[in-house]
C-alpha cells in the first residue's frame, strides 16, 4: 500500500541553525510533492512545491529537494527562528489523480528555541 | 492571497445529533473543495472531494450517508455530520483550489474541532 513518513520525533533546534526534515514514500510515483506548515488547532499553510523533474527548489529561508530515485524529498529552514515552531507536513499526488487531490505524511513537529 | 474561511471553529454536540460544518472561499470562486479529517499527531485523512453542482466523491472507507457533502454554490461547501457518535469526534478541515492560479496551491480553512458527548 502506499505510504508517506514523516519523522515522528520532534526536532529540537536551537535558533540560527538549520532545520532538515524527511518525507520518504513507498508505493508512490508522485508527481508533484508539496509542504505545509501547520499550527496546532490551524490548517495547514502552504509553503513550497516541486514536481518530479526538479531537484531543488528554494523560497527565502526554505529549501526543498525531491529524489525520486531515493524516493524522498528533504526539507530545509536556514537560519531557523522560534516562529518557525510548528509542525511540517509534506504531500504527495500522483500524475492519474485529479489536480488538487494530495495524500498527507503525519507531519513532523519542529521546536527552535532561543 | 486566497482566504478560505470555515465555520465554527469548534462544537460540542450530543450524540445522535448532526453537526453542519461550512467551508466558504472568500475572495475566489472554489469549484473543487476537499474535506479532510485529523487525529491529534495523525496526518490529514482525506474524506471526499466536493465538486460544485455535482456529487462529492468519497474516499475509500467513508460512509457518504454520514458524511453528507453539499456544493451548492462556487464559494460554499458544507459537510454535516448525521447522527454523530463520540467515534466521530475530530478535527475537521476543508481545502480548496483556486482555479485562477496554475500552480495547486491548496488553501487551507482553519478547521473545525468536533467534540461528541
Known amino acids: 500500500s502506499q505510504k508517506i513518513e514523516q519523522n515522528s520525533e520532534a526536532l529540537n533546534i536551537q535558533e540560527g541553525k538549520t532545520a532538515t526534515l524527511t518525507c520518504n514514500y513507498t508505493?508512490?510515483?508522485?508527481?508533484?510533492l508539496q509542504w505545509y506548515r501547520q499550527d496546532p488547532g490551524r490548517g495547514p499553510v502552504f509553503l513550497l512545491l516541486i514536481r518530479e523533474n526538479e531537484k531543488e527548489k528554494r523560497k527565502e529561508r526554505l529549501k526543498v529537494t525531491f529524489d525520486t530515485t531515493l524516493k524522498q524529498s528533504l526539507f530545509h529552514i536556514t537560519a531557523s527562528q522560534p516562529a518557525d515552531s510548528a509542525t511540517y507536513l509534506c504531500?504527495?499526488?500522483?500524475?492519474?489523480?485529479?489536480?488538487?487531490?494530495?495524500?498527507f505524511g503525519a507531519g513532523t513537529q519542529v521546536v527552535v528555541t532561543p | 492571497g486566497a482566504v478560505v474561511s470555515q465555520h465554527p471553529s469548534w462544537v460540542i454536540c450530543k450524540s445522535g445529533t448532526s453537526v453542519k460544518i461550512e467551508c466558504r472561499s472568500l475572495d475566489f470562486q472554489a469549484t473543487t473543495m476537499f474535506w479532510y479529517r485529523q487525529f491529534p499527531k495523525q496526518s490529514l485523512m482525506l474524506m471526499a472531494t466536493?465538486?460544485?453542482?455535482?456529487?462529492?466523491?468519497?474516499e475509500q472507507g467513508v460512509e457518504k450517508d454520514k458524511f453528507l457533502i453539499n456544493h451548492a454554490s462556487l464559494t460554499l461547501s458544507t459537510l454535516t455530520v448525521t447522527s454523530a457518535h463520540p467515534e466521530d469526534s475530530s478535527f475537521y478541515i476543508c481545502?480548496?483550489?483556486?482555479?485562477?492560479?496554475?500552480?495547486?496551491?491548496?488553501?487551507f480553512g482553519s478547521g473545525t474541532q468536533l467534540s461528541v458527548l
Open positions: 466536493s465538486n460544485e453542482g455535482s456529487k462529492a466523491t468519497y
Open positions: 504531500a504527495l499526488r500522483s500524475e492519474g489523480d485529479s489536480w488538487g487531490k494530495f495524500q
Open positions: 481545502s480548496a483550489r483556486d482555479p485562477g492560479r496554475t500552480n495547486e496551491k491548496l488553501f
Open positions: 508505493n508512490y510515483s508522485p508527481a508533484y
